[in-house]
Nanobody
């Protein structure tokens, strides 16, 4: 079983920045990409960003392009989501996800993190 250890998140003002991190406890052939989804109260879980295991490819949801950057530290096997110019509508629980493809589709997710709250105040 693979666990995804998340850290980061918290409360920030409109226009502020936060960084999330996620580290898998081990590597498996089932994991092709690591990324983040988010879920706001009363809404469905939605894709945010993803990066291939080797860090050669990235994929972003349109609303976060230019504001969020996903990156990978191969030495630490850790993925980071740097979030800048945060807006109140970014408020959600953010879940790290290990997927079988570089995709926004939920059905490709093999493992989920426990989730971390991001709150952006106006």
């Amino acid at each position: 079983q693979v666990q995804l250890v998340e850290s980061g998140g918290g409360l920030v003002q409109d226009g502020g920045s936060l960084r999330l991190s996620c580290a898998p406890t081990r590597r498996t052939s089932a994991i092709y990409a690591l990324g983040w989804f988010r879920q706001a109260p009363g809404k469905e879980r939605e894709f945010v960003a993803a990066i291939t295991w080797g860090g050669t490819g990235t994929y972003y949801e349109d609303s976060v392009k230019g504001r969020f950057t996903i990156s990978r530290d191969n030495a630490k096997s850790t993925v980071y989501l740097q979030m800048s110019s945060l807006k109140p509508e970014d408020t959600a629980v953010y879940y790290c996800a290990a997927s079988r493809a570089l995709s926004a589709r939920l059905e490709y997710v093999a493992y989920w993190g426990q989730g971390t709250q991001v709150t952006v105040s106006s």
